[in-house]
């Protein structure tokens, strides 16, 4: 499949590395083109699938440039994170980067998903044992089973993905990074995750 | 022990009924004394300890009523929640009622804890199997282990129990009542906690 990854910090090279070792066709989105990148725009016309992998702050201005006719009816997996960069988040509990990707670019089929973990176990999953889990939401159902598929494809079985429902619940898992951030100190480093348990 | 918990909503009581369970000495404040409950500053006055099981919106006024001078020096678990009756929080991820009660009460020793999970499961974690956590933060190391050891009594071993540092920890625990919504409807019921896993 052909997939345009936006951003070349650490997730994106980490996602776009991990999708073109399972065969797919992948080209990084940058700001400017250069060895390993082109342009966001030349990404997302490219990808039949994209992964939103910029900071939230500029989320939007990125998928702007990348040009809403080359998102229209594409599953667009957003992995932002409203970071502010002094340990904190942007956004009111009211409202996520996800929610505003989506409402800024209604034609596109906005997941959230792969936010809540370090960008090594969103591609290896098995490198912490357990019945860990990543999340997906979103309003279309048929998107969230693509991404599934996909998650299905960095490791991620699908009982261990859990559908939080609709776009909203990127308010859930982009405010969970508050905790994220204290359980990285309270754990010694970012290679950790959350399991749900049940009776 | 001597124990003032505040607030005679399901939280308080089963709090109120487990720790009276494990040979306290437990009066349970409320707005008006009645058959179960004295008033906030009666119970507040008698414990050595307490327990803040109001709802996060009304906890300054009840604390106020509780008076400053029966915090004072007290360990003062803060279960609360910032829950605005639609499902949403309503503190910005830049506070916490945690905090507030802290900023509130200087002389109060506040830990905020055991508002991650439904209240049956805080007093009887074994209900539901697998190492799942609670957490502790607060300003004042003692308290926060005088904290811990109450929560051994109410049966989470020392191991389960993360420290996440200062009180701004409460931004952390009192977000993620976000997700633990979203995953109530995810699990089919409130009865689910989560583990940290490791490699």
């Known amino acids: 499949m052909r997939i345009g990854v936006l951003g070349t910090g650490m997730v994106g090279r980490t996602i776009a590395g991990a999708l073109a ?3 797919h066709d992948v080209r990084v989105g940058s700001r400017t083109a250069g060895d390993h990148a082109v342009v966001f725009a030349d990404a997302a016309a490219y990808g039949e699938v994209l992964f939103n992998c910029t900071s939230g702050g500029v989320s939007l ?13 594409k599953l667009l997996i ?3 994170n ?3 960069g002094s340990g904190g988040v942007f956004t009111s509990a009211t409202e996520s980067v996800g929610e505003q990707i989506q409402q800024a670019f209604p034609a596109a089929r906005v997941v959230k998903s792969l936010n809540t973990i370090n960008c090594n ?4 999953p098995a490198s912490v044992p357990g019945d860990h889990v990543v999340f997906v939401c979103g309003d279309d159902e048929e998107a969230k089973e ?3 598929g996909l998650l299905g494809e960095l490791g991620w079985p699908a009982e261990r993905v859990i559908d939080l429902g609709d776009i909203a619940g990127a308010r859930a898992v982009e405010h969970y990074i508050l905790l994220w951030i204290r359980l990285w100190r309270a754990t010694g480093g970012p290679q950790f995750n959350i399991a749900v348990v049940t009776p």
């Open 21 to 23: 070792e399972r065969g």
């Open 61 to 73: 201005e990125v998928l702007a440039a990348a040009g809403e006719e080359n998102l229209a009816g």
């Open 78 to 80: 957003d992995v932002s």
């Open 82 to 84: 409203p970071l502010d």
């Open 121 to 124: 176990l969103m591609v290896d």
């Open 146 to 148: 693509q991404a599934r």
